[in-house]
T-cell receptor, first 113, second 112 residues
């Protein structure tokens, strides 16, 4: 596609439920990042995929968070047993060459009630 | 661990005035990016700076990079209301593959 696509754009869930967020990268982009942004705050790094290398999971806040990237393309971020503090905008960004800019998706607004 | 600090965090300025946003980072890097975010929107790339002394300009915005000082600046010339947004710098960590670490953002409000 022409840009990074994220779905859903909005997700409202109840505390304790699992959610799955999806990111479709720009075709050919080998690097994929997940960030989280709370209201009025900066970007918090979650996880980074680069080609076939093992992902950098150092930013995941707890073991309730996991992510995978199938076939080097689509990525899913899964949050198990959601908590209210998980409410935020989850942003996916992808990049081609190492020094290129990141292209961001429009994000998924997650609200945990 | 790479740390990136922006200042100021909030900036209110009158149209027509000049100002500079600063981005300091803690470890060696040769990649620095500036992004703009409008309320409720995603991030839009402004500048990519890849070498010491790099300077990029687009309209009323000019970004520069001093890798020795570990400092980048985003200079605003003769501000207009349309520049109101939050600006983020992001730094590539030379010691952590190609991971990018973002600053906390500078919220800019330009008043008529």
């Amino acid at each position: 596609g022409a840009g990074v696509s994220q779905s859903p754009s909005n997700k409202v869930t109840e505390k304790g439920k699992d959610v799955e967020l999806r990111c479709d990268p720009i075709s050919g982009h080998t690097a994929l990042y997940w960030y989280r942004q709370s209201l009025g705050q900066g970007l918090e790094f979650l996880i980074y995929f680069q080609g076939n290398s093992a992902p950098d999971k150092s930013g995941l806040p707890s073991d309730r968070f996991s992510a995978e990237r199938t076939g080097g393309s689509v990525s899913t971020l899964t949050i198990q047993r959601t908590q209210q503090e998980d409410s935020a905008v989850y942003l996916c960004a992808t990049r081609g060459q190492p020094q290129e800019k990141l292209f961001f998706g429009s994000g998924t607004q997650l609200s945990v009630l | 661990e790479l740390k990136v600090e922006q200042n100021p965090l909030f900036l209110s300025m009158q149209e027509g005035k000049n100002y500079t946003i600063y981005c300091n980072y803690s470890t060696t890097s040769d990649r620095l990016y500036w992004y703009r975010q409008d309320p409720g929107k995603s991030l839009e790339s402004l500048f990519v700076l890849l070498s010491n002394g790099a300077v990029k300009q687009e309209g009323r915005l000019m970004a520069s990079l001093d890798t020795k000082a570990r400092l980048s600046t985003l200079h605003i010339t003769a501000a207009v209301h349309d520049l109101s947004a939050t600006y983020f710098c992001a730094v590539g960590d030379n010691n952590a593959g190609n991971m990018l670490t973002f600053g906390g953002g500078t919220r800019l409000m330009v008043k008529p």
